[in-house]
């Protein structure tokens, strides 16, 4: 046993960098402090936890050369000033998603997640491989910032109910909290979108100010207790299915560093992107045996004529974003057709291989 | 345009690193020039630009001070005995995946993929996040070698047939080429697995010396010419569901690098296990729609029957493999409990999503 309680402790010594000082690197002082203001509570889960990776790794690829210190949202500035704090050079670094600056620019959405949208590795697919990133930067170019995918949520649940839904009709009138492109369906479905922020959620739904609510996933939504508030779980998040999160970068500061930090800079933000996404699938398989094992949550699948109609819907809405600029055709025709091309793949291997019936 | 056209030429200097020499670091001399060996050939599609993409990528976040050169299979070394070579010091690296080495321990192809087992996503969280890494260090460390995962095929093809499979009889006596545990599940169905390399497979289907074979899917499979010699193209790859490519090292020159350096690498190799995964879907998208409409192959799903038959057996070849040791034990238990959670979560997250109909 002791090789193997050596080589454990070897393993912890390679990811956590805790080595005898012989080996170590000269400790070099940090030639950048950077900030990275982010649209978080500091260390929120998943998300915080996040951006605090792609901070520590960004701290040790350069052995300390860039020192980058997280920013919870509302230390430095508000969460939804990032962007803006970013671009003008208060900070650095901001870490959020696109969606979040649709006042920019409504096309921004599709770098983050649209209704029926793309899936993690589809996303992934088409930033790196398919002309995605570069209509990105175009993007964000006019506002001085450089983009990175810097996670993703994975697919997303359909959200809490305190009423059964069996049939369109009981979408009508229905106040749920779902913001962004997601409500605008519902509220072609007859539904009743509102917004507010995550930490009111569980209040809203309790009191039954809203009678339903999207949020993340079993892992964040076990976090904020709302399997106390509502009766039904549905599935799957038609309206996000693989949110990809962000870093950017002020451009100007950017241009300032050596070509070996640049590279580690988008190197690490290629980590953070994968990371999350296995935070997330590890954390959601183990909350949602809690969810279900511990408190009986009754989860339950949207009735396919609910799904098809919202789909139906969703074409209309996504494809009206197309219409706004040139740009935004642009990037509409390059995402779905990317989108169709990849969906056609994956029918025949990732979905072919997770129906075989077992 | 002209504001697009500067940002495209922005996008690509920050992904080529091709600065003005004013911007550049120091052109630092290399302080390690090493070597990666590999099982592929120089730059073959996917898996070996994947291994280019990883030395390239530790070169440029180094600043240079890591230069790794990459020797295509035989180069340097065949094959099959990059494992030993890297172990003994010939070289530091060596790329290939870890069912190559089972002939040194069984239990090593779970780091790889078997059948019916988890795909790419679930692979990398199990690795990451399950506990997979550490047992993936203690298998490797007998060697004195330390592994990292980079880079993923996600789900293969079933394989070329030259003759439909109806029913499971259609597996008796069936010759065909596909190696390791999948093979031994075939030949448990009644079926003649064969192994050869990668560059006889046409000949030997052309000419009927086997009736079928598995190879990757359609980005390689199409770049063998495989559609002129087989009639029917069969999916999902069950005996490969997402196969991990690895990365070793040498642990005496591991420990020789510093702190920053160590982290480079094992980063490097996160961002090359992201994106050989979006190599290969972005591609295999590209190649589905040539063998469709170009070559108008026959493309299908494995009768139901077959794959139910095919999950059991391969139940059996898997669970065996995990009565050989305690540690195989370990790895097992860890694994196939891992892919319990993580199927349960998938299945009301991406497989209901991908289910929708539209």
């Given at each position: 046993?002791?090789?193997?309680?050596?080589?454990?402790?070897?393993?912890?010594?390679?990811?956590?960098?805790?080595?005898?000082?012989?080996?170590?690197?000269?400790?070099?002082?940090?030639?950048?402090?950077?900030?990275?203001?982010?649209?978080?509570?500091?260390?929120?889960?998943?998300?915080?936890?996040?951006?605090?990776?792609?901070?520590?790794?960004?701290?040790?690829?350069?052995?300390?050369?860039?020192?980058?210190?997280?920013?919870?949202?509302?230390?430095?500035?508000?969460?939804?000033?990032?962007?803006?704090?970013?671009?003008?050079?208060?900070?650095?670094?901001?870490?959020?998603?696109a969606y979040y600056w649709k006042g920019k620019n409504d096309t921004f959405q599709f770098f983050s997640t649209v209704p029926f949208?793309?899936?993690?590795?589809?996303?992934?697919?088409?930033?790196?491989?398919?002309?995605?990133?570069?209509?990105?930067?175009q993007a964000y170019s006019d506002f001085n910032l450089l983009p990175m995918a810097a996670g993703n949520t994975?697919?997303?649940?359909?959200?809490?109910?305190?009423?059964?839904?069996?049939?369109?009709?009981?979408?009508?009138?229905?106040?749920?909290?779902?913001?962004?492109?997601?409500?605008?369906?519902l509220k072609r479905a007859g539904g009743t979108p509102v917004n507010l922020p995550g930490g009111e959620l569980f209040t809203a739904l309790k009191t039954g100010t809203i009678d339903a609510t999207e949020w993340v996933s079993p892992y964040n939504d076990l976090a904020?207790?709302?399997?106390?508030?509502?009766?039904?779980?549905?599935?799957?998040?038609?309206?996000?299915?693989?949110?990809?999160?962000?870093?950017?970068v002020n451009k100007d500061k950017y241009l300032e560093l050596p070509e070996d930090l640049r590279s580690i800079l988008l190197g690490a933000s290629k980590m953070a992107n994968l990371d999350m996404l296995c935070e997330m699938i590890s954390r959601n398989n183990e909350a949602l045996q809690i969810l279900q094992d511990k408190h009986k949550v009754d989860i339950r699948p949207y009735p396919d004529e609910v799904l098809n109609e919202l789909y139906e819907i969703s074409k209309n809405v996504v494809k009206e974003l197309?219409?706004?600029?040139?740009?935004?055709?642009?990037?509409y025709n390059s995402y779905s057709s990317f989108q169709e091309k990849t969906r056609n793949w994956n029918n025949i291997s990732l979905k072919s291989y997770l129906n075989i019936k077992k």
């Open positions: 046993m002791k090789r193997r309680d050596f080589f454990k402790s070897f393993s912890s010594i390679a990811l956590l960098g805790a080595l005898p000082s012989a080996l170590k690197a000269k400790n070099q002082k940090a030639e950048y402090n950077w900030k990275m203001v982010t649209t978080w509570p500091k260390n929120f889960p998943g998300l915080g936890t996040g951006a605090q990776y792609l901070a520590d790794s960004i701290n040790k690829l350069s052995g300390g050369r860039i020192k980058v210190t997280v920013y919870g949202a509302g230390e430095l500035v508000p969460a939804f000033e990032i962007f803006d704090a970013v671009s003008n050079g208060v900070a650095e670094l901001g870490h959020g998603s949208g793309m899936t993690a590795n589809e996303m992934n697919s088409w930033l790196y491989k398919g002309g995605g990133m570069e209509l990105w930067e994975g697919v997303q649940m359909g959200g809490w109910f305190n009423k059964e839904i069996n049939s369109l009709s009981d979408l009508k009138g229905l106040k749920m909290r779902i913001p962004g492109l997601g409500g605008e369906v904020f207790g709302l399997h106390k508030a509502a009766k039904f779980y549905y599935y799957p998040g038609w309206h996000e299915p693989g949110t990809t999160l962000e870093c950017f197309s219409s706004s600029s040139d740009f935004a055709k642009e990037v």
